[in-house]
Antibody, heavy 117, light 113 residues
Framework: EVQLVESGGGLVQPGGSLRLSCVAS????????MTWVRQAPGKGLEWVAN????????QYVDSVKGRFTISRDNAKNSMYLQMNSLRVEDTAVYYC??????????WGQGTLVTVSS | DFVMTQSPDSLAVSLGERATINCKSS????????????LAWYQQKPGQPPKLLIY???TRESGVPDRFSGSGSGTDFTLTISSLQAEDVAVYYC?????????FGGGTKVEIK
């Protein structure tokens, strides 16, 4: 059974940092693109970042460039999102997803990040 | 960047009736290289992650009921639920994956009338 499990969310003050993790099982992790998508409370879906199978390509939405870093460790079947200089507007549920290309067909249940003083 | 505009924002349909959701992309998501439309549809129920329904604009994901269908090309796309069931109450999103940044439409909430 394919599973993606996110962790690392929580409450952080503006300007603070968090590192999200996504652990995969049930499929060949190293063969899949991985993505982070977020959803602010009561709002729609917003794509955050993608990373290629071998980590050689990464893309980010403009609003997080220079603050967030996506990475992966294929030996650990894991993907990460290092979030620095967090802002109130980064408050959201963060979902990780996987796909053979940029069509993401498996998703985790999400982890909530709250940025507030 | 690609801008995805969905309409309507919400719709209420009777059980067994047809629901139609529209999505416009600017610019086109049709690739001249492979003649494919780089457009997907997702369903999201409250408290759940998105679920892929349709990709390449009209290819149904494995396990998705055949009452869900996608159509369109270039800049105009439609998701149709041919006979609405109670379990289809959800928010539906279109998304382009032609280029980065990947972008979603604003979502369409489908309810039972």
């Amino acid at each position: 059974e394919v599973q993606l499990v996110e962790s690392g969310g929580g409450l952080v003050q503006p300007g603070g940092s968090l590192r999200l993790s996504c652990v995969a099982s049930g499929f060949t992790f190293s063969s899949h693109w991985m993505t982070w998508v977020r959803q602010a409370p009561g709002k729609g879906l917003e794509w955050v970042a993608n990373i290629k199978q071998d980590g050689s390509e990464k893309q980010y939405v403009d609003s997080v460039k220079g603050r967030f870093t996506i990475s992966r460790d294929n030996a650990k079947n894991s993907m990460y999102l290092q979030m620095n200089s967090l802002r109130v507007e980064d408050t959201a549920v963060y979902y990780c997803g996987s796909g053979l290309g940029w069509i993401f067909d498996f998703w985790g249940q999400g982890t909530l990040v709250t940025v507030s003083s | 960047d690609f801008v995805m505009t969905q309409s309507p924002d919400s719709l209420a349909v009777s059980l067994g009736e047809r629901a139609t959701i529209n999505c416009k992309s600017s610019p086109s998501v049709l690739s001249s290289r492979d003649n494919k439309n780089y457009l997907a549809w997702y369903q999201q129920k409250p408290g759940q992650p998105p679920k892929l329904l349709i990709y390449w604009a009209s290819t149904r994901e494995s396990g998705v009921p055949d009452r869900f269908s996608g159509s369109g090309s270039g800049t105009d796309f439609t998701l149709t639920i041919s006979s609405l069931q109670a379990e289809d109450v959800a928010v539906y999103y279109c998304q382009q994956y032609y280029g980065s940044p990947l972008t979603f439409g604003g979502g369409t909430k489908v309810e039972i009338k």
